[in-house]
C-alpha cells in the first residue's frame, strides 16, 4: 500500500532575516497509514518547520512531498487550503483557539470551510462527537480562557478531528501539560491511532515519545535516527499506575 | 453553501467583539448622524430666509425718496420726503411690464377698538398692495380703486392686530379707531410672520393711501412707492426705466430718490445665512472625519488579533477569498447599521431643531448618501484592506503575526 506521507530530500530556508537559515536540510520520510510516530529533536532543530510542512501550512523550499499520492507541491493556495481541509488535522504548540468563541464553535470551524455543506444542527452534534472524543463534551459552551491549559489543547485535538481526517499532525500537544494531563491525551491519540488514524506529533520528551510506535529524531534540519519502539506504553495502564501511586502518596500523607 | 456559512461566521465575530462592533458603528453613527443634522439645520436656515425674501413679494421695486448717489441721504426718508402721488401715477401709467403700483405712507399711530388699544403700524396703500407683497387676504376682501378715489374709511388688518383688539374673533364689519377717526374692517390679511430684519409684519392696519394722507398723516407726500415689475427678467430694465421717468419728471434737478429692488434688499440678509451653512458644513465635515478617525484606529487596533483570527482559518482550510467575504460582510453589516442609526439620529435632531426655532427641516438626500457612504468606504477600507493583506499570506505567517 502507498505511504500516507512521502517526502523526498526536503528543503526549507528561511531567507526572511539577515542571513538565511537552513531549517531542515534534506529529510526524505515515508509514512504509512496507521502508523504513531513521534518525532524528537533538540530546540531548533527543525521539528516544527518539517510540521508546518507535512501540514501543507508553508511550502518547502525544495524537494517533493506526496500526501496521498498526490504532489502538494505543484498544488495552488485554495487547493492546499482543501487539503488541509479535508485530510489534514493540525493541532499548533499554542493552541491557536479563536479567542472569545466557545469549544463547540471552535470545533466546528473546519466543518465551515468544508466542501460538503452541513446544516447548522449536523455540524453541532458532529463537533459535540469530536468533544467527546477528547472527554470535554460537558465543556461545550465555554470560552477558551474559561478552559485550562489541557482542556484547550483537547478542543484543538477536537478542532483537528472535525473533518475525520487522514491524517493527524500535533505540534508539542503535551509541551504545557503536567505528566498526568499529557499521559491523558497521549491516551486520545493511542485511541484515535487505534481506530486507523495516522499521528505524527513533535515531543520532547522521551517517555512521552515512548507512547509511540516509530520514534524519528531530528538534529540540525537532518534526520538522524529513525527506529521503532520496542515496548510501547500504554497509557490505560500508565493511568491506572499514576493513580494508585497517587493514591499511596494520599494513605502516607494521611 | 460556503456563502451562507461565511455570513454566519461574519455573525459570530461581531458578537465575539460586541465592543469593537459597538465602536465602529459608533464611529459611523456619529459621522453620520453629524452630517445630516447640520446640514439639514443649514438648508432649513436657508430656505427660512427664503420664504421671508419670498414674503417681500415677487419682482418688488421700490422708490425711496432722497438720493444715496448724489450727497448721500438728502433729507432722510418720510419726513421731507420729495415723492408724490404723482410720481406714482407717472410710472403706473407710463412704465411697461409693470403689474402694480402702490403709493405708500407709514405711520404708527393708536388703535382703538372694543374698548381696547394696540399701537401699531398705520399704512397708506393703493389695492394692488395685497398682490405686490403677495399677501392674500384671510377673510373679507382688500379695498378697492373706488375706496381710494372716494378717500373711505375702510380698513384691512393683519394678525396680530386682529388678535391684540379682538380676542374673540369676529373682527370683520366693526369698527377700529385710528387717530379718533372710525374705520371699518373690511378684510383681514393672511398671517405672514417675521420679515428678515425680526419685525412681525402682521402688526399692520393697512388703509386706502389717500385716507391716510388726509386723515391720518396730514401730509402731501408718499413715503415710498412700491412697484411690481412682471418678471425677474424685466426688474432691471424696470428699475432703469423708472430712475429715467423720474429724472425726466425732475426737470435737471438733482437725484432725490434711489430706486431698489427686492433681491439687493434681501442681499445683506441672505449673505448671513449662508456663511452659517458653510460653518454647518466645515462642523459637519470634520465629525465626518473624526468618525472616520474612530473606525480608522478601532479597525487598524485589532489588526493582529485579527490577522491571527485569518490565519487560524486558513490553517483549518478557508479560502482567501472566504475569509475576505467575511470581513466585507462585516463591514456592511456595521456600516448599514451604523448608517441606518445615524440616518435616524441625524434626522431626529434636525426634527427637535426644527421644533425649537420652527424652521422647516430639509434633509438632503446628497447629505445621507455622502455621508453613508464616506463612512461605509472609511469602515471598508480600513476593515478590508488590512484583512486582504492576511488573506494573502501563508497561514503560518499569519499565525505569527505581531
Ligand atoms: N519564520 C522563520 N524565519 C526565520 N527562521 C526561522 C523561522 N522559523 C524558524 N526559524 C529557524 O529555523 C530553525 C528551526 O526552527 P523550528 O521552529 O522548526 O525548531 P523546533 O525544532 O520546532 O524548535 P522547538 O523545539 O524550540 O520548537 C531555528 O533555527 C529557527 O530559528
Ligand atoms: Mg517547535
Known sequence: ?254 | MRVINTIKVALRALRRNTMRSILTALGIIIGVGAVIAMVSIGNGAKAQVEAQVASLGENVITVFPGSFTAGGMRGGWGSMSTLTVDDSEAIRRETVNVLGVSPEMRDRAQVLANGLNWNTQIMGESPDYSTIRSWPIASGAMFTDQDVRSVAKVAVIGKTVADQLFPDGEELGQTIRIRNIPFKIVGILAAKGFNLFGQDQDDTVVIPYTSHMKRIARRPNINSILVQAASAKTIEKVQQDITDLLMQRRKGREQDFTVRNQVELAQAATATSETMTVLLSAIAGVSLVVGGIGIMNIMLVSVTERTREIGIRLAVGAHGRDVLLQFLIEAVILSSLGGIIGIALGVGFSELVSLKTGWPILVSPTSVVVAVAFSAVVGVFFGFYPARKAAQLDPIEALRYE
Request: charged share 25%; aromatic share 4%; hydrophobic share 40%.
Open chain 1, 1 to 254: 500500500m502507498a505511504p500516507v506521507v512521502k517526502i523526498e530530500e526536503i528543503h526549507k530556508i528561511y531567507d526572511s532575516g539577515e542571513i538565511p537559515v537552513h531549517a531542515v536540510r534534506g529529510v526524505s520520510l515515508e509514512i504509512h497509514r496507521g502508523e504513531f510516530v513521534a518525532l524528537m529533536g533538540a530546540s531548533g532543530s527543525g521539528k516544527s518547520t518539517l510540521m508546518n510542512l507535512l501540514g501543507c501550512l508553508d511550502r518547502p523550499t525544495r524537494g517533493r512531498y506526496l500526501l496521498d499520492d498526490t504532489d502538494v507541491s505543484q498544488l495552488d493556495r485554495n487547493e492546499l487550503a482543501d487539503i488541509r481541509n479535508q485530510k489534514i488535522g493540525f493541532v499548533f504548540q499554542g493552541f491557536n483557539l479563536l479567542a472569545r468563541t466557545t469549544a463547540l464553535e471552535n470545533t466546528e470551524l473546519p466543518m465551515m470551510y468544508g466542501q460538503r455543506h452541513h446544516s447548522s444542527r449536523e455540524m453541532r452534534q458532529r463537533a459535540l462527537h469530536s468533544l467527546e472524543i477528547v472527554g470535554l463534551s460537558d465543556r461545550a459552551d465555554h470560552f477558551p480562557n474559561q478552559l485550562s491549559g489541557g482542556q484547550q489543547q483537547r478542543v484543538a485535538i477536537a478542532r483537528a478531528l472535525a473533518n475525520e481526517p487522514e491524517i493527524l499532525l500535533a505540534d508539542e500537544p503535551t509541551g504545557n501539560l503536567d505528566s498526568k494531563t499529557s499521559v491523558e491525551v497521549m491516551g486520545v491519540f493511542q485511541k484515535l491511532n487505534g481506530q486507523g488514524i495516522t499521528i505524527v506529533m513533535v515531543t520532547h520528551e522521551l517517555d512521552i515519545a515512548r507512547y509511540c510506535k516509530r520514534n524519528l529524531i531530528l538534529r540540525d534540519g537532518r534526520l538522524v535516527r529513525d527506529e521503532l519502539v520496542q515496548d510501547c506504553l500504554q497509557a490505560d495502564e500508565e493511568m491506572r499506575k499514576l493513580r494508585e501511586a497517587e493514591a499511596a502518596a494520599k494513605l502516607t500523607s494521611a
